[in-house]
């Protein structure tokens, strides 16, 4: 079956430090991959995303590429925030018609940024 | 941008009674709903996928006769836990989407069961 591993947390960081949440996945077929944030107290949204092979998803200053080769989507962002501090969850999502589009989610990586 | 909510918030219940939680997507029309949940330090684990109109497909390990889900309108699908126990405690959430597209989530139920 399909599965996601992330880095286990907590991860604490200063402000304007360099930031990296290590994601695998094992899936069959060609998944899309995605970076879902959770900030205090509110839902999942959606960060970034990458449907194929090689693509690099970028929102808010993060980034994550899609590599197919070492089965990751690794999420770094250059120069965190204090209001970056939430809950990421790296998540896949089989492509095949079969599937009715259901996620996987990694167990999620709480980032706490200090001034 | 698509905006989905859940009512209520957190919940309080006894042991035994049944609680149900909805979830509506306010501004467009979802085919398709997910519910999850969620356990303190562990990833969302989804329990059923309902779309609008017919019954709920179910996780394996998921009791149907013990989290009813109905999918009623394009904007709205209903979890109730029913005859609530404690191991039922637990931050639920869910998502709405159109097909393939990108999923929107509630802000999640807290549930507590005394």
């Known amino acids: 079956g399909n599965s996601v591993t992330q880095m286990e947390g907590p991860v604490t960081l200063s402000e304007e430090a360099f930031l990296t949440i290590n994601c695998t996945y094992t899936?069959?077929?060609?998944?899309?991959l995605f970076w879902y944030v959770q900030y205090p107290g509110e839902g999942l949204q959606l960060l970034l995303k990458?449907?194929?092979?090689?693509d690099k998803g970028s929102n808010k200053g993060f980034e994550a590429t899609y590599r197919k080769e070492t089965t990751s989507f690794h999420l770094e962002k250059g120069s965190v925030q204090v209001s970056d501090s939430a809950v990421y969850f790296c998540?896949?999502?089989?492509?095949?018609?079969?599937?009715?589009?259901?996620?996987?989610f990694g167990k999620g990586t709480l980032l706490t940024v200090n001034p | 941008g698509a905006v989905v909510s859940q009512h209520p918030s957190r919940v309080i219940c006894k042991s035994g009674t049944s609680v149900k939680i909805e979830c509506r997507s306010l501004?467009?029309?979802?085919?398709?709903m997910f519910w999850y949940r969620q356990f303190p330090k562990k990833s969302l684990m989804l329990m059923a996928t309902?779309?609008?109109?017919?019954?709920?497909?179910?996780e394996q390990g998921v009791e149907k006769d013990k989290f009813l889900i109905n999918h009623a309108s394009l904007t709205l699908s209903t979890l109730t836990v029913t005859s609530a126990h404690p191991e039922d405690s637990s931050f639920y959430i869910c998502?709405?989407?159109?097909?393939?597209?990108?999923?929107?989530f509630g802000p999640g139920t807290r549930l507590l069961v005394l």
């Open positions: 998502s709405a989407g159109q097909g393939a597209e990108t999923q929107y």
């Open positions: 899936a069959t077929g060609y998944p899309s």
């Open positions: 990458a449907t194929k092979a090689d």
């Open positions: 998540a896949l999502r089989e492509n095949s018609g079969g599937s009715n589009y259901k996620l996987t």
């Open positions: 501004d467009f029309q979802a085919t398709t």
């Open positions: 309902s779309n609008e109109g017919s019954k709920a497909t179910y």
